[in-house]
């Protein structure tokens, strides 16, 4: 079986507590890593690939960035778009506020992707089709905790909008979620 270029990217990411997407595929860069990834004709960046399937293609000079500062992180909602001066300024800003947390960064990609999803139908998640895929414990809180639109998260972790919806109203993994918001630390 032929697996999608989707397929191959989503069994090279592991999810950790902290939220991120950590690429395990092969990586490229010595102090900062970054993933690589064969899209099928050449070898690209594994945010930027990232970035560009979900959200949109970059502009000139945009490089994919991380609100997380984590190099190898490929979660979409921890990704943004930058230009390389837009970059700096990020930089600076984060050096001035030791937790980096400003959630405008987010949402702002999420409502750029509904506009996506609603121009282009075709990058909507074809539900059934992914419906067997197993979520664990991290994936099912980060889909509670997310602001972004079911179709998106759907593609991302490649299951259905009914079991995203589901986990959302908490007929699904609720217990769990729920032991987890509660133990010390988190
Ligand atoms: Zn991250």
């Given at each position: 079986?032929?697996?999608?270029?989707?397929?191959?990217?989503?069994?090279?990411?592991?999810?950790?507590?902290?939220?991120?997407?950590?690429?395990?595929?092969?990586?490229?860069?010595?102090?900062?890593?970054?993933?690589?990834?064969?899209?099928?004709?050449?070898?690209?960046?594994?945010?930027?690939?990232?970035?560009?399937?979900?959200?949109?293609?970059?502009?000139e000079?945009?490089?994919?960035?991380?609100?997380?500062?984590?190099?190898?992180?490929?979660?979409?909602?921890?990704?943004?778009?930058?230009?390389?001066?837009e970059?700096?300024?990020?930089?600076h800003?984060?050096?001035?506020?030791?937790?980096?947390?400003?959630?405008?960064?987010?949402?702002?990609?999420?409502?750029?992707?509904?506009?996506?999803?609603?121009?282009?139908?075709?990058?909507?998640?074809?539900?059934?089709?992914?419906?067997?895929?197993?979520?664990?414990?991290?994936?099912?809180?980060?889909?509670?905790?997310?602001?972004?639109?079911?179709?998106?998260?759907?593609?991302?972790?490649?299951?259905?909008?009914?079991?995203?919806?589901?986990?959302?109203?908490?007929?699904?993994?609720?217990?769990?979620?729920?032991?987890?918001?509660?133990?010390?630390?988190n």
């Open positions: 079986m032929n697996k999608s270029p989707r397929q191959r990217f989503n069994e090279k990411c592991l999810w950790r507590d902290s939220g991120c997407l950590i690429w395990t595929g092969a990586v490229r860069g010595s102090r900062q890593k970054r993933g690589c990834f064969w899209d099928g004709k050449k070898t690209v960046d594994a945010a930027r690939w990232q970035l560009t399937n979900l959200v949109r293609p970059p502009k000079d945009e490089c994919a960035c991380h609100t997380c500062d984590n190099s190898l992180c490929v979660n979409v909602e921890h990704l943004f778009w930058a230009t390389h001066q970059n700096v300024a990020d930089m800003a984060k050096q001035r506020s030791h937790h980096y947390t400003d959630p405008s960064v987010g949402k702002q990609a999420g409502a750029k992707s509904q506009a996506t999803f609603r121009q282009k139908p075709h990058l909507r998640a074809r539900g059934s089709r992914h419906g067997s895929a197993k979520l664990t414990e991290d994936q099912a809180s980060a889909i509670q905790n997310s602001a972004l639109p079911s179709e998106w998260l759907a593609k991302v972790h490649g299951v259905s909008r009914s079991t995203i919806n589901r986990i959302r109203n908490g007929s699904l993994w609720s217990a769990a979620i729920k032991a987890r918001q509660e133990s010390p630390g």
